[in-house]
């Protein structure tokens, strides 16, 4: 058995030790959403047993240098550490603090390449291996969808699905992970108008069914880049916060800029400077964290 597959042995051992974790595709009905939200809850509380369980192909993640079980205590595990700690703290607030579906998180960058879907997937095994957090990690970039094949998991149908059938359940769209707090929402099938589906009222209020059925859950989304395409600022102005990924040394001030310009909507915006391994005492990442308009910066070389 390797080190990777005992971490998780483990992992398994003490959150069964626990309160069961509730399946993501099961919970409380809304008498207030949408009759065809509604509907949709019927048909999920009818069919979360069926919601289908995925292997993590755990040697995928470690070509890539991803976050594993067995590295809690490397200094990655501790730089994501410090990047999750303010958008839990949000999420989860002590009083109340104002900020809308604060449990939704879009992880988005000004341009391609600049690491979103490893920081994404990263920061959701993160939280997901704190023993009492779970996790919903989505594949939003529904153009060019990459969760899968990082993960290793087999998928067909997922976000885009959900949103065009109203009726369809969440069980059948969510895939349950060998980690027992991390579920996945793949971005579903191809679609040529994947943008309007994306921008339309069905997105809406599947944030806001993620957002309040499952309030003590994060969910994270995974997104196309800001400046590539408008399917980014559409989630931005659905989600509560925003991780904006910028790659070190590479994307230029003033695309940044011109990105934080797309932003408008969102109440809380926290950077990550990425692939750097300059200042802050980090080895690659650095966390920079606002409210409003990208206030605070605090990690520029
Ligand atoms: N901090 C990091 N350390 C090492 N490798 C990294 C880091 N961040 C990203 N990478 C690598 O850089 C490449 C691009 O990262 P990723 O796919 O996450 O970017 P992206 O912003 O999601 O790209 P796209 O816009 O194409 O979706 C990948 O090979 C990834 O493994
Ligand atoms: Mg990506």
Redesign the pocket.
């Given at each position: 058995m390797s080190i990777i597959e005992k971490a998780l042995e483990k992992a398994v051992e003490q959150s069964s030790s626990k309160e069961p974790v509730q399946d993501l595709a099961s919970g409380p009905g809304d008498s207030a959403l949408p009759v065809d939200t509604a509907r949709r809850d019927v048909e999920t509380t009818k069919k979360t047993a069926e919601t289908k369980r995925v292997q993590i192909q755990w040697s995928h993640l470690e070509e890539?240098?991803m976050l594993l079980p067995d590295k809690a205590n490397s200094q990655m595990a501790e730089e994501y550490r410090i990047i999750k700690r303010p958008l839990l703290m949000n999420a989860f607030p002590e009083e109340e603090n104002g900020i809308e579906n604060a449990n939704l998180i879009l992880v988005t960058?000004s341009v391609?390449?600049?690491?979103?879907?490893?920081?994404a997937v990263n920061l959701a095994l993160s939280i997901a291996m704190e023993r009492d957090k779970t996790v919903l990690l989505v594949d939003g970039?529904v153009a060019?969808p990459?969760i899968s094949q990082l993960l290793g998991i087999e998928s067909e149908i997922g976000l885009i699905d959900l949103l065009q059938h109203s009726d369809m359940s969440f069980s059948d769209a969510l895939l349950r992970t060998d980690i027992p707090n991390l579920t996945v929402l793949p971005a579903g099938r191809q679609h040529r108008h994947s943008t309007e589906i994306l921008a339309s009222d069905a997105t809406k209020r599947l944030a806001r069914e993620l957002s309040e059925r499952y309030a003590d859950r994060i969910v994270i989304f995974d997104s196309?880049?800001l400046l590539a395409a408008a399917q980014g600022s559409v989630l931005a102005s659905l989600v509560g916060q925003v991780v904006l990924?910028i790659e070190s040394e590479i994307t230029p001030q003033h695309v940044v800029q011109e990105a934080i310009g797309k932003l408008d909507a969102c109440d809380v915006i926290g950077c990550v400077l990425?692939?750097t391994n300059k200042g802050f005492g980090f080895s690659?990442?650095g966390y920079g964290y606002g409210y409003g308009h990208y206030g605070q910066q605090y990690n520029q070389n």
């Open positions: 890539k240098g960058s391609p390449g600049e690491g979103k879907t490893f920081t970039d060019k990459s196309p880049p990924v990425n692939k690659y990442y």
